[in-house]
């Protein structure tokens, strides 16, 4: 089949990758340049875990667990680190005591401990006395612009074009730019809004690197209302954000730092880690928030098969490569995004 994606951010380019090996001739249009930092995909590392407050979340990651270890080895380069993954608050925040529930239900690994031995065993990281934290072991950071890159090197390998520069638009015969396909995939991010409303919105998010005292740390979740995580100090040092929504931007608008996230953040790095010194790095990024947290998948309807697929709300890219191969199922007719109710949107 001839097919388009749009969008080569992580989900266009685990399309592309799946596609091509299927035998499909493919076509990622990309309004920017490969790993561009106007999306969500850019940068050094995504956390990837089990620990999930929502057990369905836990349950899809035993099915993107393997195509991501699959991946690695196809590539033949370090795509995942497995590290581990942290989680701590007081026992009875909502997402400690809904992620131990999920991760005993689906029989998931992990310890619980409390502050002095998770701050002993994790590099001197603070927890409060009233702390308590939660380790699962197969976690970890995923390398998310060579994950990119790998993807975009093996569907080219397979015949995949990528348009770079060459922003799309899908006329009402269901072409773009005069080309016919026999089905394409939006994967647009943020800008999935100019082809689809399914009430998406669109954030700011700020994450900064610091210097910090502290020894070797596991990718980490802080159970409170900011929800500051934080990455392994990979020679950059320590990578914090907060998983609270900034302010309501524009994809297309031009990008400011959030300085009262930069502060919170530097707050958080002193507290947590120990920081001496203001950032030494910060940048941006977009959300593309569901008001439940949840991803969206659906069909729209032209003359030929055109789905759409946002694995939005600032957790997607662990994701990415799943809806990788949800799109070539979906394309080749052995899925169809209905099979998906927590994530489908009737168009
Ligand atoms: C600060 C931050 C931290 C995060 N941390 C984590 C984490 O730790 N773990 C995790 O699992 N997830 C995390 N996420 C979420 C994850 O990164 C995103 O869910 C994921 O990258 C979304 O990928 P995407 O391909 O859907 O979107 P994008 O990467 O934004 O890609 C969409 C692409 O479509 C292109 N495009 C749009 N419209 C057009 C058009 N008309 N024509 C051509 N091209 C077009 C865009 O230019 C873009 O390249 C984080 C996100 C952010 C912002």
Not at 73 to 95: C, D, Q, S, V
Not at 193 to 205: A, W
Not at 268 to 275: D, E, M
Request: aromatic letters at 12%; proline letters at 5%; a negative charge.
């Amino acid at each position: 089949m001839r097919v388009a994606i749009i969008g080569a951010g992580a989900t266009g380019c685990a399309a592309a990758r799946f596609l091509a090996k299927s035998g499909h001739e493919v076509d990622v249009y990309e309004q920017y340049t490969l790993g561009h930092d106007k999306g969500s995909s850019h940068g050094t590392s995504r956390i990837i875990r089990r620990t999930y407050p929502d057990p369905y979340y836990v349950q899809l990651m035993a099915e993107a667990y393997p195509l991501w270890h699959e991946l690695q080895a196809e590539a033949g380069a370090e795509l995942y680190k497995e590290t581990g993954f942290l989680i701590f608050g007081t026992p009875n925040h909502p997402w400690m005591r809904d992620a131990k529930k999920s991760l005993l239900e689906n029989h998931v690994a992990f310890w619980e401990m409390g502050s002095i031995d998770a701050t002993r065993k994790f590099g001197g990281i603070h927890l409060e006395p009233d702390e308590v934290a939660i380790f699962q072991p197969e976690a970890g950071i995923l390398l998310a612009d060579k994950v990119l890159e790998s993807q975009v090197q093996i569907a080219r390998t397979h015949g995949t074009h990528f348009l770079e520069n060459t922003r799309a638009n899908i006329d009402e015969t269901g072409r773009i730019a005069g080309e016919r396909y026999d089905a394409i995939t939006i994967c647009a991010g943020p800008w999935i809004g100019d082809f689809v409303n399914v009430g998406l919105k669109t954030h700011l998010q700020t994450f900064a690197y610091f210097e910090a005292p502290v020894g070797e740390v596991p990718p980490w979740v802080e159970a409170s209302d900011e929800l500051f995580y934080g990455f392994p100090n990979y020679g950059r040092g320590f990578k914090i954000g907060r998983h609270r929504y900034g302010p309501a931007i524009d994809p297309k608008q031009d990008r400011s730092l959030d300085k009262e996230a930069i502060q919170q953040i530097s707050e958080c790095a002193r507290f947590r880690l120990g920081a001496k010194d203001d950032p030494s790095e910060t940048y941006s990024c977009i959300y593309t928030v569901e008001e439940n947290e949840d991803f969206r998948i659906g069909k729209l309807d032209f003359d030929v098969p055109v789905f759409f697929v946002s694995a939005c709300s600032g957790h997607g890219f662990k994701f990415t490569i799943w809806f990788g191969k949800l799109i070539c199922d979906m394309i080749e007719g052995t899925k169809n995004p209905q099979e998906y109710p927590k994530f489908y949107v009737e168009q």
